[in-house]
T-cell receptor, first 108, second 117 residues
Framework: KNEVEQSPQNLTAQEGEFITINCSYS?????LHWLQQHPGGGIVSLFM???GKKKHGRLIATINIQEKHSSLHITASHPRDSAVYIC??????????FGQGTRLTINP | DSGVTQTPKHLITATGQRVTLRCSPR?????VYWYQQSLDQGLQFLIQ???????AKGNILERFSAQQFPDLHSELNLSSLELGDSALYFC????????????????FGPGTRLTVL
């Protein structure tokens, strides 16, 4: 079993829908990253959080340390949100441990 | 643009060869991390340097080595290349760690796509 599990693995939705991607982890962590990877391959850090909730534009990330769970929400989704979203945890040391990613496709 | 640069963007080479990937961190960042993203293994941490010293090691093969130079740029050397080494190699940088228990956000470079034929 992977230390970091994401669900769903693939998600297709219509433009405007509310999107939720989940991340569960089995190890103690000091922080968690949500990353976005576009088809060109580049990786962008969306959020780093260790507690509570963060919001940036239409993106919201939450984390529940006790339940070892984080969610990434996208409101009013748009085709340009189509990408792979990756959850990565920091289990105390400096290295990141990655989930397998969620491929999101938003159709117009 | 994260401020992290990687060269080259693409690299095509043959089995048995040796290549060097280069990374320049964001201005002011002292830590450099190397990651490998392959189709079957996903993203994996390889190695971290902080201010020229190796700080953490992950699933890095003995055929691979890295270093961080006084100007803080880093190089990842891959030798005796095999078909399975074909992957995207990412570099990331961060300010810290200032202490062993602290964590600073990492910023990723655009990656180097290595194809071994």
């Amino acid at each position: 079993k992977n230390e970091v599990e994401q669900s769903p693995q693939n998600l297709t939705a219509q433009e405007g829908e509310f999107i939720t991607i989940n991340c569960s982890y089995s190890v103690g962590i000091s922080a968690l990253h949500w990353l976005q990877q576009h088809p060109g391959g580049g990786i962008v850090s969306l959020f780093m959080l260790s507690s509570g909730k963060k919001k940036h534009g239409r993106l919201i990330a939450t984390i529940n340390i006790q339940e070892k769970h984080s969610s990434l929400h996208i409101t009013a989704s748009h085709p340009r949100d189509s990408a792979v979203y990756i959850c990565a945890v920091i289990p105390g040391a400096q290295k990141l441990v990655f989930g397998q990613g969620t491929r999101l496709t938003i159709n117009p | 643009d994260s401020g992290v640069t990687q060269t080259p963007k693409h690299l095509i080479t043959a089995t048995g060869q040796r290549v060097t990937l280069r990374c320049s961190p964001r201005s002011g960042d002292l830590s450099v991390y190397w990651y490998q993203q392959s189709l079957d293994q996903g993203l994996q941490f390889l190695i971290q340097y902080y201010n020229g010293e190796e700080r953490a090691k992950g699933n890095i093969l003995e055929r691979f080595s890295a270093q961080q130079f006084p100007d803080l740029h880093s190089e990842l050397n891959l030798s005796s290349l095999e078909l399975g080494d074909s992957a995207l190699y990412f570099c990331a940088s961060s300010v810290g760690p200032r202490s062993s228990g602290s964590y600073n956000e990492q910023f990723f470079g655009p990656g180097t796509r290595l194809t071994v034929l």
